[in-house]
Structures are given as structure tokens and as C-alpha cells.
């Protein structure tokens, strides 16, 4: 996830282009760059950091040219460095562009490219679409290059191009990455979002996937890659900065809630191969041979990134075959953990810069152990240092509450079973069906979303409570205690995640009708057990809240309020109860009158011990 802005107009582009990557860091910060044309000349400025960096970096250059492109990055593939900043540009430096998105056939065209002479200055996917460009164009017009390489390519963009031979036009493009433009008076800005373009205009036309638009200072016309024109109506936006910035949601928490379907299908993109019932993961492509002789793995981690590992070690014993233990990054580091060489030790981290789990990692590094990060930050301190690992591409996260980033942690999880797996003893149907259904996860978890106004009421009428139970077993009992830490983050409500079972040897003793329970009871192979669970709860007069399985209309004589959640195979379930548990936590903390993005007490990523 990056933010892009593209202007042509009579301004200077230089203060608009900067404005805009303002307006749209919360997309990525970790280096940004211009590219102005003026005239005949073109300058290029890139700098590693916040866009604070770049401003600084152009200071008082009184850059004239009044087109332009820029962006703000969220790196997915090479570290943060001025180089893999964009725009990236064409061997002769006149074609340049910017790109959000991921463009997955890039190996081969690039080393294409490279055989036919074409010369690369960054290790990003998006640079071979400036020297593909290039290329097509020595045998046809510029306008019908891009088009052709829009054909060619696989993946997901936003793009903005221009050309110096070409100087008073911007070509932007969408597929899977948004793009708006926004319509001014002789003067057009193009973005990610309308939170760069409103203070310029409030005339927004929003490109679909697949829409290519060509624009000039006189007008622009928008059409398909296979060239045929479109008619494109212009919205008038109503909406403040800050609206703009959190895309009309009211936080960026509820925001990121309602982006797991693309967080999902981003981290599943390119790596799960269905016929085969198998998982592609690139970044361990360097130590597979080693992870066909694991015999021991150790998941280190905190929070959230914590609990997800506990449903990885659910996953992993039960579909690989292989022992897995979980642990708190902070006692790892001070405890006698036994490993040697045959031990992987994965740190799953969604900044990768939370000090507990990198101590914990150079400490395995030190005894021996292979080390793999399952981590959202590229180039962060624990990608760096782990010999291997797992990008999720969920795109940041600001909310402190992780949300998008858990639920991609999951399906990280599912793929690293899956590929573990296989190596070992899973047969080919069973990899196609956990693979087919993995499939089906982001729209089951829209369909959820789409429940999000009845549970909000049923948020509202617990609201008033001062503790919660939440139980679950099994491939649930994690999500039990992932679902009491997100009311106990946002909410400041005394919760505690249980495991079913354990719940009569202790808890039991709290229940009474001011203390509801919480529980995660889908038609799963302890269904049952969990409805006993259940009784036992309700015989001493506690509420009950269920997360049952759709058409389960039995638990409703248990249950005081049912949330459902689609059928789906077990050891998926996490990933869609989880769901209601944040919007259940989310509106109780909004009903209470809370800043839920920035909770008290709380950091997004704890960089200290
Ligand atoms: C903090 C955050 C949590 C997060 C945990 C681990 O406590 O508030 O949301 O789960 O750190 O962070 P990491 O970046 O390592 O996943």
C-alpha cells in the first residue's frame, strides 16, 4: 500500500504534489519522491523517511514545471532506500512513473528486459513498467505502450506516467489499487484518495478497475486497457480533510475492520496455487531445503501478533505434523529455550520493531536456530534480521488496536501450513480443499462486515457491562483471548479470554447476571462440548453471547444474542470470529465516548522492554 499524486495545471506541481503526500503518509512513510517535468527538463527527487525528508531535500529549488507525479511508499518488495523510492524511470530517464500495487509477473519481464540491454536501478517490481514501456514504445506510439503494457502485466496498480518527449499529459491507470481524479478549473489533481485532491477540488471522478485516463490541460478522457472510451460521471464530494483521510469511516480502526477482506486476498496474492493445494512463499524460497528437516518450531511474539501465533500452532500440529510451541517474546528471551539446529523460530510482528521479539530472535539467532519473520513492515529491524520470511502486505496500520494485521498474520499462517505440509505428509485433496476454501475467506468476512449494524446494537445493549468472559476451544480458544484483549485495548473494560474447558476451574465463580460470557461456539468437532459450556454459564444466571455458525438456530435457546459467521473448515474459523469480536469491542468503546485509535496507556509498536 503506497499513496500516489499526479498534477497538471498552471500551478507549480511541486507544492500540490508535496501537499498531497501529506495528505496520504498514513499509506506508507518509509520514503517518498517527485518527478516534475518543466519544459524540456525533469527533476527527480527522492529521500528514505517521512515526506518531511523530501521537502527538506528539495528546500528552496524553485521548481517551475507544472506536471508532475509523486509517492509516498509502503515498500513490498526491496528495503526502504533512496533508490527503490519512486518514481521509478526508463533507461533514458524521460518515461517516469509511480505505482501502488504489486506487480507479480515482474521477474520474468524483468529479466527480459535485461537481456534485451534494459539497465535497472531498483530491486522494485514497479520499475519494470517504465523500461517495459520503453520498450514497446520504440515499435509503437507512447499512448498505445502503456496500454499494451497494461495487457501484459499481473497484479494489482494504481500508476501514474508521464514522459518528457510527451510533457503536457499524465496517463493513470487502476486495477485492484484506487485512483481518483479530481477535476479543478484548467487543473487536475490524481490520487489514492479524495483526502489529496479535496482542497483543490470537490469534483471527483472515481476510475474502476481496468479504466485508463488520459489527461492534459484541457480535458481528460478516460478508457478501457482494450481501448474503448468511458463515460465517467463527476461526483460532487461533501467531505471535510479529515474525513477524507479515514476514507468517510470514523476511525481508522473501523477502516482497517472493513479492509481485511483486501488484507486477506493481499496476503494470499500470488502464493496460494489451488490445483496444486499448495502455498508459494517467495521470501523462504532461500531456505526451503532447511524447512523440509524442521522438526521443532518456536512462534515468539506479543499482543495480538501473539495470539495469532497460538492459532498458527493449531494449524501447524494438526496439518503438518509438526511440534509447536508459542511464547511470549518477553519470557523467551529471559527463559533456557531448547533448540539446535533442526528449530526454526518464527517472530510474528506486524511493526517488526517491537523490541521483545527482536531480542527474542537475535537470541535464537545466537543459540543456532533458523529465524523467519512473519512481519507487515518492510525492512523493518526484524525483516532485517531474520535469515528469511513472510511479508503480509496488509498495508499500515494505525490503529493501535491491530485489527487487518491479525487476520493477515492468520492467512500467512494458513499458507505456511499448507506449504509445510505438503512437504510432509498431506495429501494433494487435502491441500486443495484447506487452498479452495482459504479462497472463499474474503468475501465470507465481507459478508460479516455487512452485519456490522446488528452488532453494533448488541454492543450498545452490553455497553454498561464491567467485565466480560469470552470463551472458546480449540482453534477458538485464541481467538477468546484475542477478542477480551480488543475490548480491554479499546474500551478499558475488564475482560478475560478462556478456554472453554478451563472456564469451570476457576472462572465459573464470577458469573452472575452482571458478568457476560462471550462465546465462540461454530459447528465445529467440539461444538457439542462448547454448548455444555454453555449450560453450565447459563444455569448460573450468566448472559450469553454467541458466534455461531450460519443456520444454527439451536443455539438461540442457549444464547441471550447470536452473532453468525459462514461455514467454513475449521481450522479457518479464526479468521471469521474474530471479526465480530473487533466491531463487538470497536462500537463498545464507541459507545462509551473513547479515542479507539489511540487507546490510553498504549503504543502502536513498543520499542521498548
Ligand atoms: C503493541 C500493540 C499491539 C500489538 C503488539 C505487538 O502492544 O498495541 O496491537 O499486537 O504491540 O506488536 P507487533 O508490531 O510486534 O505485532
Redesign the pocket.
Known sequence: MCGIVGYIGKRKASSVLIEGLKRLEYRGYDSAGVSIIDGKKGYVVKSVGKVANLEDKIGDKDILGTVGIAHTRWATHGKPSDNNSHPHRDCTGNINLVHNGIIENYLELKNDLVKKGHKFRSETDSEVLAHLIEELNKKMPYEEAVLEVLKKIRGTYGLAIINKKEPDKIIVARSGSPLVLGVGDGEYVVASDVSAIIRHTQQVVYLEDGEVAVITRDGYEVKTVKNQARNKKVTNLDWSLEKAEKQGYAHFMLKEIFEQPSAIEDAMRGRLVAEDGMAKLGGLQSVAEKLRKIEKIIIV??????YAGLVGEYMIEEYAGIPVEVEYASEFRYRKPIMNFKTVVIA???????AD?LAAIREAKNKGALTLGIV??VGST?ARETDAGVYNHAGPEIG???TK??TSQLSILVLFTLMLGRQRDMSLVMGQRIAKEMRKIPKMVKNILAEEKEIKKIAKKYAGYKDFLYLGRKYNFPIATEGALKIK?ISYVHAEGYPTGEMKHGPIALIDENFPSIFIAPKDSVYEKTISGMQEIKARGGKIIAIATEGDKEIKKVADDVIYIPKTLEMLTPLLAVVPLQLFAYHVGVAKGLDVDKPRN?????TVE
Do not use: D
Open positions: 511474539s506479543c499482543g495480538t501478533s501473539y510474528i510482528s506486524q511493526s517488526g520493531e517491537t521479539t507487515n513492515t526484524i493501535v488496536a491491530s494485521a491479525f485495548e498504549l503504543a502502536k509498536s513498543v
